[in-house]
């Protein structure tokens, strides 16, 4: 039988890096427009608490997952918030 | 002591709400050409083995989350792949 935390680091992978091309989007051309900083608003503050939900757990691949996903929103917030104000 | 559960239904609630305005706005402009299929596509994956995982887990905040997200994205790949063909 296979370890579920096998599952959890695909499942982790997959779902994190599939943000990243909007954060590298938004990166390489500076232009944040088209995204929703009220949509990551809400997303963050769910992701932060799925984090609060998998330590309690003590699920790795979870915890894994929330903290790279946390990491990621916080910069396209950051990239969203700075490019509003030089606009 | 609340429920870990709990925590865990607050944060479904805003981590599937957060696809909400994009899934929407699809619907309602038939215009999906901002969206990735591909991006979405490998979202599908991630969360279905989160879906898998939960499963696993038995966690009724977590499966719940990921039918919910689950439902909500093949939405999207429907829109998408639609408004592909009309173009």
Do not use: C, H
Request: net charge positive; hydrophobic share 55%.
């Amino acid at each position: 039988m296979i370890d579920i935390e096998i599952i959890g680091f695909i499942a982790a992978i997959l779902t994190t890096s599939a943000y990243l091309p909007q954060a590298f989007k938004i990166w390489r051309t500076k232009n944040a427009e088209s995204v929703s900083l009220s949509m990551y608003s809400v997303m963050f503050l769910g992701i932060f608490l799925w984090l609060v939900y998998s330590i309690y757990l003590k699920r790795p691949s979870m915890i894994f997952a929330n903290v790279i996903t946390i990491i990621i929103i916080s910069t396209i917030i950051f990239l969203k918030i700075k490019s509003k104000k030089n606009s």
